[in-house]
């Protein structure tokens, strides 16, 4: 079946340093990616999201680009701050099967 | 805020216990999903349910069950409960059947002693 994975974290960096979250999917068809974040004692939002090959999702500085020839979608932000410091999720929605499939998460820490 | 309601945020109960989750979704969105997030199994899809029809099931135990009722919100309901169930329940909404981008609530956190 569908699957996404996710680099094991935690990723910890200082501020101002550069973020990659490798993500990698396996899916028959053609699913949409995203990412999401989850901020402490917070629900899952949605950060951002590409629904074709090359389609490059971006929001608050972070940027991921579908990759249907490498099958990955990994999350880049060029200057971290503090505040991104949360868990991030990788996932896919497959139109036929109307669910979205989560990777395991991958906590970033950021310190000043 | 994401428009999504759960409710009760934090539920502490005995093994054996039955409990109901509560999920008011975004207006005017038609599709609810479950979510179960716990440290060791990762963020597992357990149910869908759209304008009031199961849509898709996950993992979900046979212990557990869900509705949609008419006005869109819906119940997870959980029996029997284990020291294993413990985990944080997300509900999420969507406007389309296809999942292609979904709001989550804050969870409700269940805790089983």
């Known amino acids: 079946g569908d699957s996404v994975t996710q680099m094991e974290g935690p990723v910890t960096l200082s501020e101002e340093a550069f973020l990659t979250i490798n993500c990698t999917y396996t899916a028959t068809g053609y699913p949409s990616l995203f990412w999401y974040v989850q901020y402490p004692g917070e629900g899952l939002q949605l950060l951002l999201k590409?629904?074709?090959?090359?389609d490059k999702g971006s929001n608050k500085g972070f940027e991921a680009t579908y990759r249907k020839e490498t099958t990955s979608f990994h999350l880049e932000k060029g200057s971290v701050q503090v505040s991104d410091s949360a868990v991030y999720f990788c996932a896919l929605s497959d139109l036929n099967t109307d669910k979205l499939i989560f990777g395991t998460g991958t906590r970033l820490q950021v310190f000043p | 805020d994401s428009g999504v309601t759960q409710t009760p945020k934090h539920l502490i109960t005995a093994t054996g216990q039955r409990v109901t989750l509560r999920c008011s979704p975004r207006s005017g969105d038609l599709s609810v999903y479950w979510y179960q997030q716990s440290l060791d199994q990762g963020l597992q899809f357990l149910i869908q349910y759209y304008n009031g029809e199961e849509r898709a099931k996950g993992n979900i135990l046979e212990r557990f069950s869900a509705q949609q009722f008419p006005d869109l919100h819906s119940e997870l309901n959980l029996s029997s409960l284990e020291l294993g169930d413990s985990a944080l329940y997300f509900c999420a909404s969507s406007v389309r059947p296809q999942n292609t981008e979904a709001f989550f609530g804050q969870g409700t956190r269940l805790t089983v002693v």
């Open positions: 590409a629904t074709k090959a090359d």
